[in-house]
Structures are given as C-alpha cells and as structure tokens.
C-alpha cells in the first residue's frame, strides 16, 4: 500500500509519519513545503516538497496512493482576520480538486477538519445548549461575518460538505477528523526565531517563559478547551486506518474530555513545569490581554469546546489516556531543547 499525507512536514505530519512507518508496511508520499520537523526517515519515505497546487501533483499522488491523508491548513487563529483570503484558499480552494481527483479514482481521503466548525458553543440541532459536541447531533454556530475569526472554521466546514456529498453521490470513500486542541513537542513556532506573527496558545505561552515574560492570558484566560497529546491523537488516526469499513463515511472526533481545562489553568501548569524542567530559571507570572490587543480586529472566539469520543471510541477501540500533567513535561523540555540555545546567542549578539 502507499498512503499519502500531505502536510507531512508539519507538526501533526512529524509525528504521524514514523508511527506510519512503525506500524505499518506501507510506503509514503510526504507532501509539503518544508520538511523541517520530519526526522530522517528512510527508503520507505518519498519527500515531495511542494505546494498542494503545482500542476499535476494532484493527479500524481491519487494516481500512486490509495490513501490520501490530508493535514494541510493554515492553523493559526492570528492569521484568521490578518490574512482570511489565504486561510479560506488553504483550508477549502486548493482542496476542492483534490477531493474530486479522490473521488474519481476512489481512493480513501482521512481529511482531517477541525473542532472549530462547531462555532462558539454547543448547541443541538434544535439550538439548545449541550455539554458536548458530538459530530450527528451537534448544530454549526459560527460568528457574524465581520468577526474574521470564523474564516478558518467557515471554510473547513464546506469543505466538510464537498466531502459528505461526493461520498453521498459520487462515491467518494472519506472519513473526516475532527481534532480537539492536539499539543505536543515541535508544535509552531516562536515569533523573531523561527517564525513570525502570534503563535497558538502553547507556543506563546513557551516563548514568554524562555524569554522572562508574562504568559498573555487574552480575556482573562477563562476559555475552556480538551487538550489531547499528539501520541494519543496518532493513536487514533491509526486505528481509523486500521478499520476502513468501519470509519469510512463517517466524521469523528478525536480529543480528551478528560483534559478539559481553562488557558489560565493551562498556563499556571505551564509554570509549574517549566520551573520543574528549568530549575533556578526566573519564573515570569501572567499578564491579561484583549483578544484585539493580541490578535487583531475581527477576533472571536468560543468559550468551551469538549468532544463527545463515543463514536470513535464505539468505531476504533481506541481511548485517550494521558492527563494533561503528564504530557507537559516532555512539550516544555522539546521546546527548551528547541530555542533556549537559540534564545541565549540571540541576548549575546545583542549585548
């Protein structure tokens, strides 16, 4: 078999693709535009640097895989109303032929969507409210128009439907993922370093403490998410590959409700465990922000967003296990490792 993923040299690509090769004979097509995260790998790999829209690369991946494994997005809540043109072209345009090169040929598409099509807040399809969200039951309540933010969502979510509608008309085999805040080690970036622009919230929240500065908590830091290990997610997407005719023409989410905590909760053991991994190193507190102060006008957001797994759970067998205490240790010492030294020449070159 050979399975494509596209988007391989990104942080959920990084991690898949070894667990690929650990456990399965398959060979890879890895597509992306840099490979920077992606560890050596070896014969059974095929790197493919490329823009998902080079001519012919479309035809050439389903004319080689029968799996296609789509992770391509701009991922980036601050880019959502900086820039909404390209995120909507990443997240809907450029996919569009991919989905109908897939179901020409019939190859399996595992795209994976995001939990941010269920919009601000959990409500049923008959617009009460709900604890969780569940992939049938849960209504799509996304913000008004001038509210950028909802740009990413928005265009994940018709994509959604092109892929529903060619399985439910053309034949199409897919299986959509809906992940809920996956974190783990190599996840984006640091601003003046290895990237520019605001980061996701881990990611800010790691660069204020290698550099002594407040964790920016944005309103207060009373957002509630699941954060779910990138090896427990990796877990799941294999099971799902694992199990065709059970998880094709299905949508599932894959999170952690057991992990379900507010960012000012989250930076507060960021704290712990930076000081735990870093002993000796000044310990900076927090600082509240407004979410137009730190991301921009057209900035929205949702208060509380956690998964109902029984559908993947009842389909895969697979279930999450690790606590969010546990998974940090190894996210803050990859991210000392990463950009400490790099942190440190910077201060001397500046002096």
């Not at 001519?55 to 900086?82: F, H, K, Q, W």
Request: contains cysteine; proline residues 7%; charged residues 25%.
């Amino acid at each position: 078999m050979r399975i494509a993923v596209l988007g391989a040299g990104g942080f959920l690509g990084s991690h898949l693709v070894p667990a690929l090769l650990a456990r399965t004979e398959a060979e890879i097509e890895a597509v992306d535009v840099t490979f920077g995260k992606l560890a050596p790998t070896g014969d059974r790999v095929r790197r493919v640097q490329a823009r998902l829209d080079r001519p012919g690369l479309v035809d050439e991946i389903t004319g080689a895989c029968e799996v296609v494994v789509s992770l391509t997005a701009i991922c980036n809540p601050a880019v959502y109303n900086r820039d909404p043109l390209a995120v909507i072209d990443a997240s809907y345009t450029d996919l569009v032929p991919l989905v109908k090169a897939c179901a020409e040929r019939r190859r399996w598409l595992v795209h994976f969507s995001t939990c941010e099509v269920y919009g601000r807040l959990a409500l049923d399809t008959e617009g009460r409210p709900s604890e969780r969200m569940h992939e049938d039951a849960t209504g799509l309540f996304l913000g008004p128009v001038d509210k950028e933010r909802w740009s990413y969502a928005c265009a994940k979510q018709l994509l959604e439907r092109v892929i529903y509608a060619h399985g439910a008309h053309a034949g199409l085999p897919f299986t959509i993922v809906r992940p809920f805040n996956v974190i783990g080690p190599r996840m984006d970036w640091l601003p003046d370093v290895d990237g520019e622009g605001v980061p996701r919230v881990l990611a800010a929240f790691m660069g204020a403490l290698l550099r002594g500065q407040p964790l920016p908590l944005v309103d207060g830091g009373e957002q509630r998410r699941c954060f779910i290990s990138v090896e427990d997610f990796v877990g799941g997407v294999l099971r799902i590959l694992e199990r065709p005719q059970a998880c094709q023409g299905q949508i599932l989410n894959l999170g952690n409700p057991a992990n379900d905590v507010s960012i000012r909760v989250l930076a507060e053991l960021l704290r712990q465990t930076y000081a735990l991994v870093v002993p000796g190193a000044p310990v900076p507190g927090v600082v509240e922000v407004s979410a137009e102060e730190l991301y921009g006008p057209g900035y929205d957001d949702s208060r509380e967003r956690i998964p109902d797994i029984e559908k993947a759970e009842r389909l895969t067998g697979w279930r999450p296990t690790t606590s969010l205490a546990a998974m940090l240790p190894a996210i803050v010492e990859d991210y000392v490792a990463r950009y400490a030294p790099l942190l440190q020449r910077g201060q001397a070159a500046a002096r």
